[in-house]
């Protein structure tokens, strides 16, 4: 079965400490792998993103991911968290263009100072 | 570019009333999703258009909730009649064949039905 999984529901991370957002996937296909931040009553904009190639992805706002294909993950990390940092990130997994994308149930990051 | 532009943002109705929300994708766009979130079941697809086209509707959780596409630029979300389980966010979505599955999401419309 195709799936996303994020392990961590919510996680507090002080202001400035590094950040580490763990996703695993189970895809049958070669999978286009994708992490989305959404902020309180907001939609969702898209981080980053992998398709093939550099398995170290950078996307916006200092966020980087790496696709790990032997064990089926893509976690997401920044090596410095700022309190606007703070949201609800989901991973998601999809096939080829125009299919629709399989989410995971999200991780609510926190940031204290 | 506007971005997906979804309305309305809010809508409560009462049990049994026809709710509609509406999308316009971003020009250009020829896939168009619909996603519902939940915080038991959080972000599932509903069904999705290609080129006005239902592709799949296997989300789409009973015959009282249906979509149309009429045109490229305008997809409707359709509860008739809504249930109080019915409330939840729903998320439109477009994207392009050769944006390699970048998809855009418009902001939601929230879904309260009393």
């Known amino acids: 079965a195709q799936s996303v999984t994020q392990p961590d529901i919510h996680i507090t991370v002080s202001e400035g400490a590094s950040l580490e957002l763990r996703c695993n996937y189970s895809?049958?296909?070669?999978?286009?792998l994708f992490w989305y931040v959404q902020s309180p009553g907001q939609g969702l904009q898209l981080l980053l993103k992998?398709?093939?190639?550099?398995?170290l992805v950078q996307g916006i706002k200092g966020f980087e991911a790496e696709f790990k294909r032997s064990q089926s993950s893509f976690n997401l990390r920044k090596p410095s968290v700022h309190w606007s940092d703070a949201a609800e990130y989901f991973c998601?997994?999809?096939?080829?263009?125009?299919?629709?994308?399989?989410f995971g149930k999200g991780t609510t990051l926190s940031v204290s100072s | 570019d506007a971005g997906v532009i979804q309305s309305p943002r809010h809508e409560v109705t009462e049990m049994g009333q026809e709710v509609t929300l509406r999308c316009k994708p971003i020009?250009?766009?020829?896939?168009l999703f619909w996603y519902r979130q939940t915080m038991m079941r959080g972000l599932e697809l509903l069904i999705y258009?290609?080129?006005?086209?239902?592709?799949?509707d296997s989300g789409m959780p009973e015959d009282r909730f249906s979509a149309k596409m009429p045109n490229a630029s305008f997809s409707t979300l359709k509860i008739q009649p809504s249930e109080p389980r019915d409330s939840a966010v729903y998320f439109c979505a477009s994207t392009t064949q050769s944006g390699g599955q970048k998809q855009f999401f418009g902001p939601g419309t929230r879904l309260t039905v009393l």
């Open positions: 998601a997994v999809g096939a080829k263009a125009g299919t629709a994308l399989i």
């Open positions: 992998y398709f093939s190639g550099d398995t």
């Open positions: 258009f290609n080129n006005n086209v239902p592709i799949d």
């Open positions: 020009s250009g766009h020829d896939y």
């Open positions: 895809y049958g296909a070669t999978p286009y």
